[in-house]
Every structure is written in C-alpha cells, then in structure tokens.
C-alpha cells in the first residue's frame, strides 16, 4: 500500500482518545495532596484517630502514607506487561475498559475501608492494575498511525495527559477532601475516572490491515537510529540495549517520582510562613502537573530534531543539578526558587516518559510495542524505591536531604550512560538501513 498524503482524521481520534484516558490515569500524580491530610503531625501523632468527615481514618506516617503510592507504581508497571499482550494481542479497547473498572474499584475499596490495609489494596493494587492496563492500550494504538518522523511528538501528546492530569486533579482532591472528607474524594474519583476512561477506550482503534503511516517531508533525512525491523520481546531482552533503557527510566523517573511523592509537603515546609502558600500547598502539585505534561509534549518535539540520547542527557544534567540543590532552597524559604527546581525535575521527568516509549519503538520497532514497552517500564516500577527510601529517611531524619543526594547521584550516572547507547542490529542488517 502507498503512504498517505496526510495524517487521517482517525488517527488524530485515537491519540486524542489516548491522552484523555490518561488524564484520569494520572491521579497517581496528585497523590501528595491525600499525603498531606494522611500523614501524623505533632498534634496528630501516627495512629491516632481522626474525627469530623474523616472518621474511621487514622493518621499514618510518612513512610507508610508513601506505601501506598509505591505499591501503586510498582503494581501499575507490572501489569504494563500483560496489559501490553492484550493490546498487541486483541486491541486496546479491551485494556482500557479494564483498567477504568479496576481504577474504580481501587478508589471505592480505598474510600470505604477507611484505613492503611484498605489504601494498600485499594488505591496501591487494584488501582496500580487499572493504570497499567489503562496506560498500556493508549500509547502503542496512537503510535501506529504515524510515521517515526512524528514519534516523540505523538508519544508526547498522549503520555502528557498522564503528566497533566495533577492540574485539575490537585485542586479538585483537595476540594473534595476538605468539603466531603478522604473516603468520598477517593469513591467520587474513582467513579468519574471509570466512566471517562471507558468511554475514551471504545474510541482506540488499531490502523487497518496494510496501512502504511504518511511518509517523512521530502528530502528528509533517513534515521539511522530508527529500526525496520519488529524485534519480538524475546530477541529484545537478549539485547544489551534493553537494560540499557531500563536503567536510563529507573535514573529518570526515580528523581521525579521524590518530588511528585512530596511536592505538597515541600510547599508546606518552604513557605510555612507565608499565609497563601501554607494555605494552598496543593499548587506545587498543580503546577508540577502542567511542567510534567509540557515537558512530555516538549521533549518529544526537540528529541525528533535533536535525538533521543542528547534530549536525556541534557533533560537529565539541568534536572540532577536541581536536585542537588533542593535541601539549600528548602532551608532558605525561597518559594519562587523552589517552584523552578520541582518544575526542572517535572519537566525531566515528564521528559523521560516520552523519550523511553519512543526509544523502545525505534529500537525494536512498532509492531510489537505493547509487549517491548511494557517490559521496559519495568523500570519505572522499580524507580519507586527512591521515594519510599525517602518516606523512611524522612521519618528517621525529619527531611529529605539525603533523598535529594542519592537521586541526583543516580540521574547523573543515567546522564553518562545515554551517549553510549546504539540501536541494536539483527544478523544481517546494516545501520544505516
């Protein structure tokens, strides 16, 4: 089949489709604004039982309250991998269905057991198992229908409605929080996201047999970097490569995933002196959701242009530079300056979760990505030990100093080892093909 002249109207439905999904998926995202109202202070030790709408709960620690946002991350990865057989497989409508249920289900278990069991089951595994399958089906079904030339910017357009959805979502939870109480933010939540994802998802659609993506412009240069050959997940995880990319969205995520964690708290600890801030904490989490989701639409555009090893590494060098220096601003009260640094952090991170999609799709091809991807954001699952070592150095410390260290420490190291990477060859096959 010839290319196409133009992008058909079809596709643009598909990935639009997508990013409004994942702007319900993205409630992991806003998580430090429930972290907040969990969490023990010096009036409310952990253990103790809360009262007016939020009787039935009991406040938690900062380790503990953290748990349930790990549980949720590592749940959601893991099920990115069957999620992305049953997109390759039978399409993503199925997978999007599924993961709106059982993001439902996670929310109104949370919301009615009132307790730390409850959020772990509930918001960490059933709501991890929705995200992973929700996030799985949208990505590789907009991927298909463009060409690679347009790759960073649609993997971009679609991932930025998980990185985008802390905007609403922050000030819409803590609304719901503080006017009707924890249990019926996380059941009226969970019943809204269910209907939006499941209607977006009968939306997906995979191109039709034979469809051929519209070719680059004219005179455009060939990528070498880019594959024409669809890796199977097999011959993929006997690549050096692959554990490449896994480290570079382990250094990646795992600094954003420490801010997005604490975002709220950080507000409420640098500007405790400031009347509108400390009464408004949850804007760190709003605005980080807006950086997040313009660096995914961002990253992507410029790693088309400039490549996707030298969008990491300089994404990654500013970001491991402002992690460094997050403790001095804390200390100094400096509000605006804190804003810049967590918006930096946003912005890689953000960053990174369009780069590795589209890393996996030009490596190993496109055929197969559900299933690639899925393993490759085993990664991002694995990141989240780096916020919840912070949640107990926090507990033990009483802040986030060395959290900030040994996060930049290990961005810095994926920062060097980007440069190094090439794409894989299969026997036979030239680099420049």
């Known amino acids: ?52 709408l939020n009787e039935g709960w009991s406040y938690l620690t900062d380790a503990e309250a953290t748990w349930a946002y790990a549980i949720c991350g590592l749940v959601f990865a893991l099920f990115m991998i069957p999620g992305g057989r049953i997109q390759d497989k039978y399409g993503p409508k199925l997978g999007a269905s599924a993961g709106g ?5 996670g929310c109104i278990v949370a919301g009615l057991m009132k307790s730390y069991s409850g959020l772990l089951l509930g918001f960490g595994v059933l709501g991890g198992m929705g995200m992973g399958m929700g996030y799985a089906a949208a990505t590789p079904a ?49 019943i809204l996201f269910a ?24 005179g455009a240069e060939k990528k070498s970097a880019m594959t024409s050959v669809d890796w199977t997940a097999g011959e993929m995880l006997r690549t050096w490569q692959f554990y490449a990319l896994v480290f570079l969205f382990i250094g990646s995520a795992q600094s954003g995933l420490l801010v997005i964690a604490n975002a709220t708290p950080m507000l409420d600890s640098t500007a405790r002196s400031i009347a509108f801030f400390a009464a408004n904490a949850w804007l760190l989490a709003s605005f980080g959701g807006l950086v ?24 990654s060098l500013i970001s491991a530079t ?14 605006l300056l804190l804003f810049l640094a967590v918006g930096v952090a946003y912005w890689q991170y953000g960053g990174g979760l369009s780069l590795l999609p589209s890393f996996t799709a030009d490596y190993f091809g496109s055929k197969n990505l559900g299933l690639n991807y899925g393993l490759v954001f085993l990664g991002w699952g694995i990141a989240f030990c780096v916020p919840q070592l912070a949640g107990y150095l926090k507990d033990t410390t009483g802040n986030l100093d060395i959290a900030f260290y040994v996060s930049g420490g290990l961005l810095t190291a994926a920062a060097a080892v980007s440069p190094l990477l090439r794409r894989p060859l299969q026997a036979g096959e030239n680099r420049d093909a």
């Open 101 to 105: 249920l059982f993001l439902a289900a």
């Open 292 to 315: 997040n989701a313009s660096g995914r639409v961002g990253t992507g555009l410029y790693s088309d242009r400039i490549g996707r090893c030298n969008a990491y590494l300089v994404n």
């Open 195 to 218: 209907l939006v994802v499941i209607v977006a998802g009968q939306l997906l659609a995979r191109p039709p047999a034979g469809y051929v993506p519209p070719a680059p412009p004219p």
């Open 322 to 335: 402002c992690l460094f220096l997050t403790p001095a601003i804390m200390a100094s009260g400096n509000v």
């Open 1 to 52: 089949m010839d290319h196409p002249s133009r992008v058909p109207t079809r596709a643009w439905v598909v990935t639009f489709a997508g990013t409004s999904i994942n702007l319900c998926l993205g409630i992991l995202y806003a998580w430090s604004v429930w972290k907040k109202y969990l969490i023990a202070d010096a009036d409310h030790p952990a253990g103790s039982a809360m009262t007016g």
């Open 142 to 190: 907009a991927v298909r229908w463009f060409g690679p030339h347009q790759r960073g910017a649609i993997v971009g357009l679609v991932v930025g409605g998980y990185g985008g959805a802390a905007i609403y979502i922050a000030p819409l939870a803590r609304y719901l929080i503080v006017e009707h109480g924890l249990s019926a933010s996380f059941i009226g939540l969970g």
